[in-house]
């Protein structure tokens, strides 16, 4: 299958500071790439849908201004958690779209815990 | 609201057992539904994926779909312990664009 890196894998931080996560698909172009998170023992929950070239579409619920997301080329997306807090300490998951099939690979997660 | 249910379980299987998953959705006009696997800490992983009714193969895993009764299931031939993880469930839904909607995932435990 597709491949999509994520850096980092682990990140701990401060309350109050910001952290980057970069996706990227390495061997496909990908228009499309999620972001989602995960709590312990929960499923996926969608954060925003993030399109090359354009503003990110959040999901209800989910900060904007708290969670900036940047697709600023085919194969890049970050997303950045502004003045962390501890309850924003989770696993976040980014995933492409191989456009060519429509299967969604995942990047292999950044665990963030804000202490 | 449109939604996919999975049982949480744990659902425990001898090893060499045909493990059962089964997985149904809220939207009836749903054409995409995918299983992924997800062992813990990791980030899910593609196992199958089916657009058609009927059954698809691919190696030890089968996946069955029947839109008529919003379902869909995912059968492991010949479990091993390897395949002890949580098994997701999801479905692009009519209308979500390219999104999918994630259940939240069925504990497979194979045992020796």
């Known amino acids: 299958g597709a491949v999509v890196s994520q850096h980092p894998s682990r990140v701990i931080c401060k309350s109050g500071t910001s952290v980057k996560i970069e996706c990227r698909s390495l061997d496909f172009q990908a228009t499309t790439m999620f972001w989602y998170r995960q709590f312990p023992k929960q499923s996926l929950m969608l954060m925003a849908t993030s399109n090359e070239g354009s503003k990110a579409t959040y999901e209800q619920g989910v900060e904007k201004d708290k969670f900036l997301i940047n697709h600023a080329s085919l194969t890049l997306s970050t997303l950045t958690v502004t003045s962390a807090h501890p309850e924003d300490s989770s696993f976040y998951i980014c995933?492409?779209?191989?456009?060519?099939?429509?299967?969604?690979?995942f990047g292999s997660g950044t665990q963030l815990s804000v202490l | 609201q449109k939604e996919v249910e999975q049982n949480s379980g744990p659902l425990s299987v001898p090893e060499g057992a045909i493990a059962s998953l089964n997985c149904t959705y809220s939207d009836r006009g749903s054409q995409s539904f995918f299983w992924y696997r997800q062992y813990s800490g990791k980030s899910p992983e593609l196992i199958m994926f089916?657009?058609?009714?009927g059954d698809k193969e691919d190696g030890r895993f089968t996946a069955q779909l029947n839109k008529a009764s919003q379902y869909v299931s995912l059968l492991i031939r010949d479990s091993q312990p390897s395949d002890s993880a949580t098994y997701l469930c999801a479905v692009r839904f009519t209308g979500g664009g390219n999104k999918l909607t994630f259940g939240t995932g069925t504990q497979l435990k194979v045992e020796l």
């Open positions: 995933s492409a779209e191989q456009a060519t099939n429509e299967k969604l690979f």
């Open positions: 089916i657009y058609s009714n």
